[in-house]
């Protein structure tokens, strides 16, 4: 599962026994419903039991064989230094409590949850889901994956057997049902809305786990970090038995000590300055290529820049940088043969119009929206904001989707950059121009409008302006708006009377930003996918189709038929990609560009190889 547009579930505190209660064949099982932690009083001294607990986990921890001190990370034979490569990450991007290791945050963050853990299933370079801690991908075919006439659902996963903590414990089904109650668990500041119709999770035998859900989730088969995760049960169940969320959330078990299973183990954890891991000689896939990994937290980006260019830094992740960031490093650092900048398109820039108001030109008629399109030269655009390192298109999804390639087949239409035609198109609707050139509706009214753009990026401003300059000089009225701050931006965004510049990312969650009951308002605190207030009974019901098909096949037909539809309506003004951005020294192989469900440049960090 990757990171959706979903909302989060709630559920109710029960006070059941602390333990997870045992399937009839001895696996565990924990539902919806519960159980919960049992939490001991505030302030009240520990048991004498959770004390030789935790005795015993330090005893355990320190002799086991992940436990190697530094000295012990040689190559077999010792007859050349350990290799070391330094990631570079913004100081921002620092993981805390659980997000450490799992949950919805942002890329940079997620680089040590993958190099120090390891996910049930990832995507690799080619968007294909693989398995990872899984021994494979459940499907329909294979029977893993069955769906019930009222649209519950089973996923059964089948685990490695060879897969093992890096204290040396074996991983089982248990971890995985443990995992499930911490990332429900409410009181935890943890967001995993994909499993918010996880109905329970049962693990039936040592290496075999069924998730049940309540309703079709088409991403049921994905298993990434920021779902339900492997935790280590062994270590972590007493402690969560018996300690408060604050107390849990605190444990050095999430920074310092963490005990993972990933392609490398903690070394050392200096919070604000830098996390070393070392690999893990028993990684499931293979003792990873290179020795140490260090990965060094900088205070901004002109610092890593800097510090890149200057060989201080071996990988940039993707997170870090903006592409116009980053074109210094294109221009001087890759020119000069250093290493390389990968651009990935994970996200589309577009403006969101305002439906609220019927009286507004926009909303009235599609011609209108098309022309202000094609008022935009959006190639140019491109080469002066971007440096040439995006790509105009004008819909959401991958060009490699088959979404993508089945929408242009169904026809879509030329938004291609003409200014004479944008002004027929003007006319055709019935806007006239004034003696001062201002476009007016059929009521005498000018053809104003707000142009909203946040104020965190530069380019965000520069491309308002350019936007708002080009409608300008065609005849229409835009009102320019900075939004500086983060704690009204929601609201702003939702009263805008105009356009509104955004990112989307890329895929099937695109498709949440225009239904109904993502329309931001008042009422919902400004809080939704739908920023503009669009509204179509006929485009929520395509969509719900999509979410409600299991079939890949048959759901990208569905797709292809909404992306066109969203196009033939003008529903949103496509712009161009709004590019991620990672750096890969030129010592480094193995570093690959990244995805939209999957924005994470460590995703297979244990083959790259550094000379």
Partial sequence: MSGRHSTEGHRERGTAAAASPRTPNGGRSVSARGPERRHRPPGAPATALSVIAGLAILVTAACAPGAQGPGQQMPPGGASAPTLLTMGIIADAEPTGPEFAFGNISAGASESKYLLHAPLTI????????????????????????????????????????????????????DLVFGYRVARDPELAVATRSIKDVDEVVATDPHTVVVRWKQVFIYANEMGLNAIPPLPRHLMEPLYDESDPQAFEASPYWSDQWVGLGPYRMQEYVRGSFIDTVAFDDYFLGRPQIDRIRIQFIGDTRSLIVTTMAGDIDVVPVGSMKAEEAFTLKTEWEAAG???????NNKLRNADLNW???????VQDVRIRQAMVLLLDRQNQVETLHNGLSAVDDIFFPREHPAY???????????????????????????????????????GAPFALDVSA????????????????????A????????????????????????????????GYTSFNGYITDEIRSESTRWKGANIGGYTNSNYDQLRERVFGTVAATERDQIAADLIKFQLDNMVYLPLAYSPDVAASAKTVRGVTGTLPDQRLTSWNAHLWEKS
């Fill in 338 to 344: 250093a290493g390389s900048v990968i651009i990935s």
């Fill in 356 to 362: 609220r108001d019927p009286s507004a030109p926009w």
């Fill in 475 to 506: 005849g229409m009225q835009p009102n320019n708006i900075v939004i500086t701050s983060d704690k009204d931006k929601d609201e702003v965004r939702g009263r805008s009377q105009g356009a509104v510049l955004t990112s989307t990312a890329l």
């Fill in 123 to 174: 995507y690799n370079d080619r968007a294909q889901l693989e398995p990872r801690v899984a021994q494979s991908i459940p499907t329909l075919e294979n029977g893993d994956w069955t769906v019930s006439p009222d649209g519950r659902m089973e996923v059964t996963w089948r685990l490695r057997p060879d897969v093992k903590w890096h204290d040396g414990t074996a991983m089982t089904a248990d």
């Fill in 454 to 473: 946040t104020g965190d990026i530069n380019t965000n401003i520069q491309e308002m302006l350019v936007i708002s300059n080009a409608w300008q000089q």
């Fill in 405 to 443: 390639q089945l929408a242009k087949q169904r026809g879509l239409p030329d938004l291609s950059y003409d200014v004479d035609k944008a002004h027929r198109l003007f006319q055709d609707a019935g806007l006239t121009r004034g003696p001062d050139g201002v476009y007016q509706s059929q009521t």
